[in-house]
């Protein structure tokens, strides 16, 4: 019961701060490409790649690989808004604008996660 409380919390601020980078973002480049999805799912892989890596090689115990996985990085991260902002992009007929923001988002978020979980490997 305890663990899905802290789930439940760590999920409350990855969404707080995922509109707090989105907003943040937003403001300081263009409103015709999502940058701020873009870099919030990017940097929600890198944090999900480190707690995986340091999970599986260093032992990070159950309770916080969650917490901080499934709690703060599913709260943080959007699938969602990433599907719907390049649907978007299509309808307004931006398909070069729709296609980048599908490849660089499964591209950099991979690469990211790669990373996140390399440098827990150091």
Same mark, same amino acid.
């Given at each position: 019961?305890?663990?899905?409380?802290?789930? /439940?919390?760590?999920? &409350?601020?990855?969404?707080?701060?995922?509109?707090?980078?989105?907003?943040?973002?937003?403001?300081?480049?263009?409103?015709?490409?999502? *940058?701020?999805?873009?870099?919030?799912?990017?940097?929600?892989?890198?944090?999900?790649?480190?707690?995986?890596?340091? !999970?599986?090689?260093? &032992?990070?115990?159950?309770?916080?690989?969650?917490?901080?996985?499934?709690?703060?990085?599913?709260? *943080?991260?959007?699938?969602?808004?990433?599907?719907?902002?390049?649907?978007?992009?299509?309808?307004?007929?931006? *398909?070069?604008?729709?296609?980048?923001?599908? /490849?660089?988002? !499964?591209?950099?978020?991979?690469?990211?996660?790669? !990373?996140?979980?390399?440098?827990?490997?150091?």
């Amino acid at each position: 019961m305890l663990l899905t409380f802290a789930v /439940a919390v760590a999920a &409350g601020l990855g969404a707080v701060a995922r509109y707090l980078l989105d907003q943040f973002v937003g403001h300081r480049l263009s409103n015709e490409f999502p *940058y701020g999805t873009l870099v919030i799912n990017v940097s929600g892989s890198l944090l999900l790649g480190l707690v995986l890596g340091l !999970a599986m090689h260093h &032992g990070l115990t159950n309770a916080p690989t969650t917490v901080i996985g499934v709690g703060f990085a599913g709260g *943080y991260t959007t699938l969602s808004t990433w599907a719907y902002e390049t649907l978007v992009l299509a309808e307004e007929r931006e *398909y070069r604008q729709a296609a980048i923001n599908v /490849a660089a988002s !499964a591209g950099l978020g991979l690469a990211a996660a790669a !990373a996140g979980f390399a440098l827990a490997l150091l």
